[in-house]
């Protein structure tokens, strides 16, 4: 099955510091939503966005929708111990029920 | 508090042995879905279901069989068939499917000995 690519696929970055991750497809899609999993437990929604070029935050979080459709990034400022874990982005296309997950990308904040 | 709930959190079943892991929203979603997660890998698709009584099978179908019965249920059968079963299981739901926010369980590690 598809899978987007995402980048890149571990960080470790020191206490403080601004994290950027980004994910990328081959085809278009209308949805864009990235995913923070901790160790053994289930991914948990942390921004959604739904038109080309928008840019949304959520707290220390922000997410881009990009212009092609084709990808999206996220960022996050002045990292915290808790940021620790695996970001995830997910795409859908048009005209399905059905979401294309990234691979992840593993976050290690060093304090 | 509305959610996905997803029983037991730990699995463990012998060799050839089928298995059935439970997954039950109160959010009112119409569709749900299945993925299945391995270690240091993202999340691939098993199966989905847009509404009562209809699932289409994902990309690694083979060896799982599921049923939704009822809106709020969507258990997922691991059967003998399945080669490499031992994984962890991520149930899903989202209000209509298409351009929703999916929200996930809190998933079901099953080991199969």
Redesign the interface.
Known sequence: ?Q?LN?SPQSMFIQEGEDVSMNCTSSSIF??W?W?KQDP??????LI?L?KAGELTSNGRLTAQFGITRKDSFLNISASIPSDVGIY?C?G?GQ?????I????TRLKVLA | DGGITQSPKYLFRKEGQNVTLSCEQNLNHDAMYWYRQDPGQGLRLIYYSQIVNDFQKGDIAEGYSVSREKKESFPLTVTSAQKNPTAFYLCASTAGGRGDTQYFGPGTRLTVL
């Open positions: 099955g899978q995402q209308n949805t939503l995913y053994g437990e289930g991914p948990v929604l959604a739904y995830f997910a859908q005209g399905t029920y059905k979401y997950f990234g691979t992840g």
